[in-house]
């Protein structure tokens, strides 16, 4: 009887050894199926707490214009990593809403097809007040400010390394970003012109209305940059935007001062009511702007 306990506590002891070394270590991710249809990938570390069968997570997820920064505490039961607790490290350039609930449930620790290791996301059921779905669908009814992913699996690192170049190109454009934002806190923004749509749905144009001489910009419309490092031209740009709030800000930003100061651009809007035109101007010392405003939040 005692050489089977003992048998048994040596198994027990083996295998969770081995699943330590089985997930332990740096790991890539991928994320399929989120609402707003871009690529978003994971960049992880998993090392073990002192206590056995628990580990914590640095997870870094981001896309071509977000990172965000996690850590997670978990606990391994059988083949399944439970998510105890998510920690917000970091965010840019803005916080998504409700996040956490992305992140809840379990990895089931498994061998893929290719006999390669794989965490593969079991996400737990959230629910919300409706007092929290403030942002208005294409029907005019409330939706959430943030929907999880559909799919998200995480692989070792010596057997997916398919997105570093994805990571690194991603690493680079926040980065560029964050100076960008630090410049824009940096100039002083003037706003004299205001504007007033009545309908959520509107376009905007935007090009050089007198002689093109290297005027490059970018457009930030509330807290997301729209247009980054734009060469204006007499031919005219046009971008589609919905107005998810009563109050806006449109934000031109001079990347230079072309040949003849400063940076000018005309921009157009149309709600599909009527057209109005701008001609802004900015420099590297401010930033005009366009308050836009919409008559009625209930989409017509």
Not at 143 to 171: M, W, Y
Not at 187 to 207: A, D, G, P
């Amino acid at each position: 009887m005692k050489s089977v306990l003992t048998y048994l506590l040596l198994f027990l002891f083996v295998n969770s050894l081995q699943a330590n070394d089985a997930i332990e270590g740096k790991w890539r991710g991928t994320i399929v199926g989120h609402v707003d249809d871009r690529d978003y990938f994971i960049h992880a570390e998993i090392a073990a707490k002192k206590r056995e069968g628990e580990f914590t997570i640095k997870m870094k997820l981001f896309s071509e214009d977000y990172t965000g920064e996690f850590l997670l505490q978990t606990e391994m039961i059988a083949e399944k990593l439970y998510i105890r607790k998510l920690e917000k490290i970091a965010e840019f350039p803005y916080p998504y809403l409700h996040i956490e609930d992305c992140f809840t449930g379990y990895f089931l620790l498994k061998k893929s097809a290719n006999n390669k290791m794989e965490l593969d996301l079991y996400r737990n059921p959230v629910y919300h007040k409706i007092e929290e779905f403030t942002n208005l669908d294409g029907d005019g009814n409330f939706s959430p400010g943030f929907q999880c992913f559909t799919t998200v699996i995480l692989r070792s690192k010596h057997s997916d390394t398919t997105f570093n170049a994805k990571e690194k190109r991603s690493d680079s454009l926040v980065s560029a970003k964050k100076i960008r934002a630090d410049e824009v806190l940096k100039r002083k923004q003037v706003s004299t012109k205001t504007w007033t749509v009545k309908k959520n749905k509107i376009v905007l144009k935007v090009w050089d209305n007198n002689k093109e001489d290297g005027d490059i910009i970018s457009l930030k419309f509330n807290d997301k940059w729209i247009l980054t490092d734009f060469l204006l031209k007499k031919e005219k740009h046009t971008i589609p935007l919905t107005l998810n709030k009563k109050e806006n800000q449109l934000l031109l930003f001079a990347e230079n001062l072309g040949s003849i100061t400063p940076n000018t651009a005309a921009v157009s809007i149309d709600d599909n009511v009527l057209v109005r035109t701008f001609i802004l101007n900015s420099d590297m010392n401010k930033s005009e702007t366009i308050k836009i405003s919409l008559a009625d939040t209930k989409v017509k």
